[in-house]
């Protein structure tokens, strides 16, 4: 009798130490898979992250090599120079500018001087933070600006001075004034033009 109770001591004990190792090895293994979840979704944190930082890393670049290859001036000679057919595809200035004679932008460029991209030119007069909002707002004053450049915009300024037209593409920004007259050279190149800024003169051909 005695032995029949020492026997089911030692199996109930064996039983209750089976038991407690049960639980201490579940509890390991979910300890053990929480850490691997834990690293799991560090690691794509990590590369979310470094996915964010290389998109900016390319934004900047990108802005980066916009003024490298813009022609940013504050002379009169230097600004006719680099509106012309040896300039470039954007011309910036930084400061009020006037010119006492006409003003020929002339020559076929495209967008960002990369060949593959579309036919394009920019006269920008302003400057901006990295977010592109205008932080600043220029005027060019000139007699007349004649463009010869196809797809040519102005933004972010005021041109002060008749603007006359003669290549396809013209726009104007809704951020750019013309205070003075807008001229097409004809109703196709006036068909062709965007002209979502403001003209304080009559917009018109100079075939009617």
């Known amino acids: 009798m005695k032995l029949k109770a020492l026997l089911t001591s030692v199996f109930l004990v064996g039983l209750l130490t ?4 049960g639980n201490d090895d579940q509890a390991a293994e979910e300890k ?8 799991e979704k560090a690691a794509e944190e990590t590369d979310e ?25 504050n002379e009169p000679e230097a600004f006719k120079k680099a509106v012309s057919e040896e300039g470039t595809w954007i011309v910036a ?29 920019k006269l920008a007069l302003y400057t901006q933070d990295e977010d592109h909002n205008i932080t600043a707002s ?9 463009v010869q ?16 037209v003669e290549a396809q593409g013209f726009s104007l920004d809704k951020t750019a004034t013309i205070d003075g007259n807008l001229i097409f050279a004809n109703e196709d190149v006036k068909s062709s033009a965007i002209i979502d800024g403001k003209v304080t003169g009559s917009t018109e051909t100079n075939n009617q």
């Open 18 to 21: 089976a038991c407690g190792g």
């Open 32 to 39: 053990d898979q929480a850490a691997t979840e834990n690293e």
């Open 49 to 73: 992250n470094a996915a964010t930082d290389e998109n900016k890393d390319e934004d900047k670049e990108q802005t980066t090599d916009a003024l490298t290859t813009a022609s940013i001036v």
């Open 93 to 121: 200035i930084l400061e009020d500018m006037t010119i006492d004679e006409e003003v020929l932008v002339a020559g076929e460029f495209h967008d960002k001087n990369d060949a593959t991209k579309d036919v394009y030119r």
């Open 138 to 146: 220029f005027t060019l004053t000139v007699p007349k600006l004649i």
């Open 149 to 164: 450049s196809p797809n040519f915009k102005i933004q972010g300024g005021t041109v002060k001075g008749d603007v006359l």
